[in-house]
């Protein structure tokens, strides 16, 4: 099991930035990527970006490129997504995600361990 808490959510004017992270622990030998994901109020849960677990591919929703960066710690066994000029419609839950399908998905079906998500609100 794969146990995931994001953290560095908050309230943010528009035009800030916010880094979040995700601190993984539990079993993650069988991990292949891990992704992050968002929620927004009354719609449908969003792919953002994937990273490789063990490898530096990286993958970010094409409408998302410029503003949204993954990356990975691998000394603090976490993975963080950096927005910067954050908009009113990136105001959402944040989810950190892995999975063990050996491809890089954007399919939420796709990913085993989810977190519990961060909230971010983008408010002047």
């Known amino acids: 099991q794969v146990q995931l808490v994001e953290s560095g959510g908050g309230l943010v004017p528009p035009g800030g930035s916010l880094r979040l992270s995700c601190a993984v622990s539990g079993r993650t030998d069988s991990v292949f990527a891990m992704a992050w994901f968002r929620q927004a109020p009354g719609r449908e849960r969003e792919f953002l970006s994937i990273i490789g677990w063990r490898s530096d591919n990286t993958a970010t929703a094409d409408a998302l490129k410029g503003r949204f960066t993954i990356s990975r710690d691998n000394a603090k066994n976490s993975i963080h997504l950096q927005i910067d000029n954050l908009q009113t419609e990136d105001t959402g839950v944040y989810y950190c995600?892995?999975?063990?399908?050996?491809?890089?998905?954007?399919?939420?079906?796709?990913?085993?361990?989810w977190g519990q998500g961060t909230r971010v609100t983008v408010s002047s």
């Open positions: 995600a892995s999975t063990t399908y050996p491809y890089m998905t954007h399919r939420s079906s796709r990913y085993e361990s």
